[in-house]
Structures are given as C-alpha cells and as structure tokens.
C-alpha cells in the first residue's frame, strides 16, 4: 500500500513514526503509540520545493495504532487543502 495519496490534484503524504524514537540495543517501541505529520505538494515537487511542506497533525497525545495515524493524516491534510480555497493557502502556513 502507497503512502502517497491524491486529493484536489495534490500529493499527500502519510507520515507515521513512533512517538518515542528507539533507543541504541533496544528493539522499537510501539507501546507509547505513534505520531504523525503529512507532506503536501505539488505532484512531481521535490522536497525543497516551496509548493511542498510538511505539517505536524495536531493532537493531545499519540494515536494508540498506526491506523487511527494514517486516517488522522488524511482528514487533516484535506482539511488544509479545503481551507486553501477559502483564502488561506496552504503553502503560507506557518
């Protein structure tokens, strides 16, 4: 399955990660949960595009599964590109 998703003509992607990183000589630690952030570009953008930019999804604490991340992601990240049409434009987030 692609972490890169279509929504509007942009790319979004999932970015999902452990929320406490693993430590040298531990295995990884999946129990405190996971946080995420979403990449959104232009399609063919590069990474140091200024119509490409990462945002952190906002939450109170990690999401307990990598599921309820990725579905976090995704609501967030057509949240911003909707929002875009309304005269606030993703690329100017701060």
Same mark, same amino acid.
């Given at each position: 399955?692609? $972490? ?11 970015? %999902? ?11 990884? $630690?999946? !129990? !405190? ?8 570009? !232009? ?10 930019? %990462?945002?952190? %999804? ?6 307990? $599964?990598?599921?309820?991340? @990725? @579905? ?5 990240? !057509? ?16």
């Amino acid at each position: 399955m692609s $972490n890169i998703r279509h929504y509007r003509g942009l790319d979004i992607s999932l970015l %999902v990660y452990p929320h406490r990183a693993t430590q040298a000589g531990f295995g990884r $630690n999946y !129990e !405190e949960g996971f946080d995420a952030s979403i990449r959104i570009s !232009e399609p063919d953008a590069g990474i140091d595009s200024l119509r490409s930019r %990462v945002f952190r %999804v906002p939450g109170t604490r990690p999401f307990s $599964n990598t599921g309820d991340a @990725r @579905r976090a992601c995704l609501a967030y990240a !057509e949240q911003l590109i909707d929002a875009d049409g309304a005269g606030r434009p993703i690329w100017g987030h701060a």
